[in-house]
Protein backbone atom coordinates (compact mmCIF):
# COMPACT_ATOMS: atom_id res chain seq x y z
CA UNK A 1 0.00 0.00 0.00
CA UNK A 2 1.37 3.53 -0.85
CA UNK A 3 1.05 6.83 0.69
CA UNK A 4 -2.09 8.53 -0.93
CA UNK A 5 -0.92 11.52 -2.57
CA UNK A 6 -4.50 13.36 -2.54
CA UNK A 7 -4.30 12.67 1.19
CA UNK A 8 -1.42 14.52 1.59
CA UNK A 9 -2.72 17.36 -0.53
CA UNK A 10 -5.44 17.64 1.59
CA UNK A 11 -3.52 18.22 5.15
CA UNK A 12 -1.55 20.84 3.67
CA UNK A 13 -4.94 22.16 2.60
CA UNK A 14 -6.21 21.83 6.17
CA UNK A 15 -2.85 23.88 7.04
CA UNK A 16 -3.82 26.39 4.89
CA UNK A 17 -7.59 26.38 5.82
CA UNK A 18 -6.52 27.12 9.39
CA UNK A 19 -4.56 30.58 8.39
CA UNK A 20 -7.41 31.65 6.67
CA UNK A 21 -10.09 31.13 9.24
CA UNK A 22 -7.77 33.07 11.31
CA UNK A 23 -7.38 36.17 8.50
CA UNK A 24 -11.16 36.05 7.80
CA UNK A 25 -11.61 36.68 11.75
CA UNK A 26 -8.57 39.35 11.37
CA UNK A 27 -10.90 41.13 8.64
CA UNK A 28 -13.68 40.78 10.80
CA UNK A 29 -12.58 42.48 14.04
CA UNK A 30 -10.90 45.26 11.75
CA UNK A 31 -14.39 46.25 11.00
CA UNK A 32 -15.62 45.75 14.39
CA UNK A 33 -13.54 48.15 15.73
CA UNK A 34 -14.38 50.81 12.61
CA UNK A 35 -17.76 50.22 13.01
CA UNK A 36 -19.89 53.62 14.19
CA UNK A 37 -21.09 54.06 16.91
CA UNK A 38 -18.04 52.73 18.69
CA UNK A 39 -18.79 49.23 20.01
CA UNK A 40 -16.04 50.78 23.10
CA UNK A 41 -16.68 53.69 25.53
CA UNK A 42 -15.28 54.48 28.69
CA UNK A 43 -16.56 55.99 31.98
CA UNK A 44 -14.78 57.69 33.90
CA UNK A 45 -15.50 58.01 38.14
CA UNK A 46 -13.53 60.11 40.56
CA UNK A 47 -12.55 59.33 44.04
CA UNK A 48 -10.86 61.32 46.81
CA UNK A 49 -11.71 64.46 45.57
CA UNK A 50 -9.91 64.02 42.22
CA UNK A 51 -7.26 62.37 43.59
CA UNK A 52 -7.80 58.95 41.83
CA UNK A 53 -9.66 59.14 38.81
CA UNK A 54 -10.90 55.09 37.14
CA UNK A 55 -11.52 55.26 33.73
CA UNK A 56 -14.17 51.73 32.98
CA UNK A 57 -14.49 49.64 29.87
CA UNK A 58 -17.63 49.12 28.82
CA UNK A 59 -18.40 46.87 25.37
CA UNK A 60 -21.61 48.22 24.01
CA UNK A 61 -21.55 45.26 21.32
CA UNK A 62 -21.20 41.44 21.84
CA UNK A 63 -18.60 40.35 19.73
CA UNK A 64 -20.19 38.20 16.78
CA UNK A 65 -20.71 34.00 17.94
CA UNK A 66 -19.79 33.31 14.67
CA UNK A 67 -15.77 34.53 15.63
CA UNK A 68 -15.49 31.25 18.07
CA UNK A 69 -17.13 29.03 15.46
CA UNK A 70 -14.40 29.71 13.00
CA UNK A 71 -11.62 29.57 15.10
CA UNK A 72 -12.73 26.23 16.44
CA UNK A 73 -12.96 25.37 12.98
CA UNK A 74 -9.50 26.79 12.39
CA UNK A 75 -8.22 24.48 15.05
CA UNK A 76 -9.64 21.64 14.23
CA UNK A 77 -8.40 21.69 10.81
CA UNK A 78 -4.85 22.04 12.37
CA UNK A 79 -4.63 19.69 14.82
CA UNK A 80 -6.33 16.97 12.23
CA UNK A 81 -3.14 18.11 10.15
CA UNK A 82 -1.04 16.57 12.47
CA UNK A 83 -3.15 13.01 12.90
CA UNK A 84 -3.93 12.75 9.09
CA UNK A 85 0.18 13.05 8.88
CA UNK A 86 1.25 10.24 11.29
CA UNK A 87 -1.76 8.03 9.48
CA UNK A 88 0.39 8.70 6.45
CA UNK A 89 3.68 8.33 7.39
CA UNK A 90 1.88 4.74 9.20
CA UNK A 91 1.51 4.06 5.54
CA UNK A 92 4.60 4.79 4.45
CA UNK A 93 6.70 3.14 7.00
CA UNK A 94 4.59 -0.51 7.38
CA UNK A 95 3.10 -0.26 4.01
CA UNK A 96 -0.23 -0.99 5.59
CA UNK A 97 -2.68 0.90 7.41
CA UNK A 98 -2.93 0.77 11.09
CA UNK A 99 -6.26 1.55 13.88
CA UNK A 100 -5.74 3.65 16.50
CA UNK A 101 -3.16 5.82 15.48
CA UNK A 102 -2.78 9.66 15.82
CA UNK A 103 -0.45 12.62 16.86
CA UNK A 104 -0.01 12.63 20.97
CA UNK A 105 0.23 15.40 22.90
CA UNK A 106 0.79 14.89 26.55
CA UNK A 107 2.65 17.35 29.56
CA UNK A 108 3.69 14.27 31.29
CA UNK A 109 6.76 11.90 29.55
CA UNK A 110 4.92 8.84 31.25
CA UNK A 111 1.97 9.32 29.74
CA UNK A 112 3.62 10.00 26.10
CA UNK A 113 4.94 6.57 26.79
CA UNK A 114 1.74 4.74 27.69
CA UNK A 115 0.03 6.25 24.83
CA UNK A 116 3.17 5.76 22.34
CA UNK A 117 1.28 3.31 20.75
CA UNK A 118 -0.75 5.86 18.19
CA UNK A 119 2.87 6.36 16.75
CA UNK A 120 3.82 2.70 16.33
CA UNK A 121 3.53 2.51 12.89
CA UNK A 122 6.32 5.42 12.34
CA UNK A 123 9.80 5.33 11.79
CA UNK A 124 12.23 5.46 14.33
CA UNK A 125 13.80 9.24 13.40
CA UNK A 126 9.72 10.68 13.40
CA UNK A 127 8.73 8.41 17.06
CA UNK A 128 12.09 10.56 18.34
CA UNK A 129 11.10 14.07 16.82
CA UNK A 130 7.46 13.53 18.00
CA UNK A 131 8.49 12.97 21.32
CA UNK A 132 11.15 16.00 21.02
CA UNK A 133 7.98 17.91 20.53
CA UNK A 134 5.46 16.89 23.68
CA UNK A 135 5.06 20.10 25.98
CA UNK A 136 6.42 19.15 29.02
CA UNK A 137 6.79 21.31 32.06
CA UNK A 138 10.62 21.83 31.60
CA UNK A 139 10.14 22.73 27.76
CA UNK A 140 9.52 26.24 26.29
CA UNK A 141 10.32 26.26 22.76
CA UNK A 142 8.06 28.10 20.83
CA UNK A 143 6.91 24.36 19.29
CA UNK A 144 6.10 23.42 22.55
CA UNK A 145 3.56 26.11 23.40
CA UNK A 146 2.00 25.89 20.40
CA UNK A 147 0.64 22.29 20.79
CA UNK A 148 -0.56 22.63 24.08
CA UNK A 149 -2.27 25.83 23.18
CA UNK A 150 -3.96 24.14 20.03
CA UNK A 151 -4.51 20.68 21.79
CA UNK A 152 -6.08 22.26 24.70
CA UNK A 153 -8.10 24.52 22.54
CA UNK A 154 -9.38 21.62 20.31
CA UNK A 155 -10.41 19.64 22.95
CA UNK A 156 -12.34 22.33 24.42
CA UNK A 157 -13.88 23.34 21.30
CA UNK A 158 -15.51 19.29 21.52
CA UNK A 159 -17.66 20.36 24.82
CA UNK A 160 -18.01 24.06 24.84
CA UNK A 161 -17.32 27.07 22.79
CA UNK A 162 -13.91 28.75 21.80
CA UNK A 163 -14.68 32.69 22.05
CA UNK A 164 -13.70 36.22 22.16
CA UNK A 165 -14.23 37.64 25.69
CA UNK A 166 -11.78 40.75 25.96
CA UNK A 167 -10.39 43.77 24.30
CA UNK A 168 -6.65 45.00 24.66
CA UNK A 169 -6.18 49.04 25.31
CA UNK A 170 -3.95 50.27 22.65
CA UNK A 171 -2.30 53.72 21.28
CA UNK A 172 -3.58 55.63 25.23
CA UNK A 173 -3.02 59.19 25.21
CA UNK A 174 -3.59 60.99 28.34
CA UNK A 175 -3.58 64.97 29.30
CA UNK A 176 -2.13 65.21 32.53
CA UNK A 177 -2.60 68.08 34.42
CA UNK A 178 1.32 68.95 36.58
CA UNK A 179 1.25 65.98 39.72
CA UNK A 180 -0.44 63.82 37.74
CA UNK A 181 0.61 59.81 37.14
CA UNK A 182 -1.38 57.41 35.20
CA UNK A 183 -1.50 53.38 34.87
CA UNK A 184 -3.06 51.65 31.85
CA UNK A 185 -4.52 47.97 32.57
CA UNK A 186 -2.33 45.99 29.93
CA UNK A 187 -4.68 42.75 30.79
CA UNK A 188 -7.05 41.59 28.94
CA UNK A 189 -10.15 43.45 29.47
CA UNK A 190 -14.00 42.38 29.95
CA UNK A 191 -17.13 44.42 29.79
CA UNK A 192 -16.69 46.44 33.45
CA UNK A 193 -13.35 45.97 33.71
CA UNK A 194 -10.86 48.98 34.88
CA UNK A 195 -8.61 50.64 32.24
CA UNK A 196 -6.78 53.14 33.19
CA UNK A 197 -6.21 54.89 36.54
CA UNK A 198 -4.75 58.38 36.86
CA UNK A 199 -3.71 59.41 40.85
CA UNK A 200 -3.09 62.93 41.06
CA UNK A 201 -1.16 64.82 44.25
CA UNK A 202 -2.35 67.06 45.11
CA UNK A 203 -6.32 66.02 43.81
CA UNK A 204 -7.49 67.64 40.82
CA UNK A 205 -10.77 67.15 39.47
CA UNK A 206 -10.53 68.25 36.36
CA UNK A 207 -8.82 65.46 33.94
CA UNK A 208 -8.69 65.45 30.25
CA UNK A 209 -8.10 61.98 28.35
CA UNK A 210 -8.66 59.94 25.16
CA UNK A 211 -8.19 56.74 24.69
CA UNK A 212 -8.20 54.42 21.72
CA UNK A 213 -9.52 50.73 22.31
CA UNK A 214 -9.36 48.06 19.80
CA UNK A 215 -10.30 44.34 19.77
CA UNK A 216 -8.76 41.63 19.88
CA UNK A 217 -9.81 38.35 19.73
CA UNK A 218 -8.96 36.67 22.99
CA UNK A 219 -9.74 33.43 22.85
CA UNK A 220 -10.75 32.39 26.80
CA UNK A 221 -11.50 29.38 28.75
CA UNK A 222 -15.10 29.85 30.18
CA UNK A 223 -14.33 27.88 33.32
CA UNK A 224 -11.42 30.21 33.89
CA UNK A 225 -12.97 33.14 34.01
CA UNK A 226 -9.95 35.24 35.38
CA UNK A 227 -7.07 33.82 33.11
CA UNK A 228 -7.64 34.84 29.39
CA UNK A 229 -5.48 34.58 26.43
CA UNK A 230 -4.06 36.99 24.08
CA UNK A 231 -2.13 34.72 22.28
CA UNK A 232 -0.27 35.27 18.47
CA UNK A 233 -2.82 32.41 17.18
CA UNK A 234 -0.91 33.03 13.56
CA UNK A 235 2.18 32.14 14.58
CA UNK A 236 1.16 29.50 16.38
CA UNK A 237 -0.24 27.68 13.40
CA UNK A 238 2.59 28.60 11.31
CA UNK A 239 4.51 26.53 13.83
CA UNK A 240 2.72 23.73 13.68
CA UNK A 241 2.24 23.89 9.44
CA UNK A 242 6.01 23.64 9.78
CA UNK A 243 6.06 20.60 12.15
CA UNK A 244 3.51 19.10 9.39
CA UNK A 245 5.60 19.90 6.85
CA UNK A 246 9.15 18.10 8.04
CA UNK A 247 7.14 15.40 8.93
CA UNK A 248 5.66 15.14 5.32
CA UNK A 249 8.92 16.09 3.85
CA UNK A 250 10.34 12.65 5.37
CA UNK A 251 8.61 10.11 4.02
CA UNK A 252 10.47 8.21 2.26
CA UNK A 253 13.05 8.35 4.47
CA UNK A 254 12.23 7.98 8.08
CA UNK A 255 14.95 6.34 9.28
CA UNK A 256 17.37 8.94 9.69
CA UNK A 257 16.60 11.84 12.52
CA UNK A 258 15.06 15.21 12.03
CA UNK A 259 17.32 17.42 13.56
CA UNK A 260 15.39 19.77 16.46
Not at 121 to 148: C, D, T, W
Not at 166 to 184: A, H, K, N
Request: charged share 25%.
Amino acid sequence: MKVDRYAIAAIRAKVWRSQHHLESIGREVVAFNRAEPSPYRLQSKMYAGGGKHVFYLHINREFPPEWGVAFGEAIHDIRSALDHTVYQLTIDWRGWRLSNTGFPVFRQRADFRRHGSLIRGIGPGRQAFIEKLQPYPHRRRVEHRALRLVHDRWNQDKHRVVHPTGVELRRVEVDLQPGCTFEVNGRILQDGARAVTIVCDPPNPDVNMHVEAEAKVVIHDPSRMRRGLSESWHGYFGTIGTVVERLLGSIGQQADPIPF
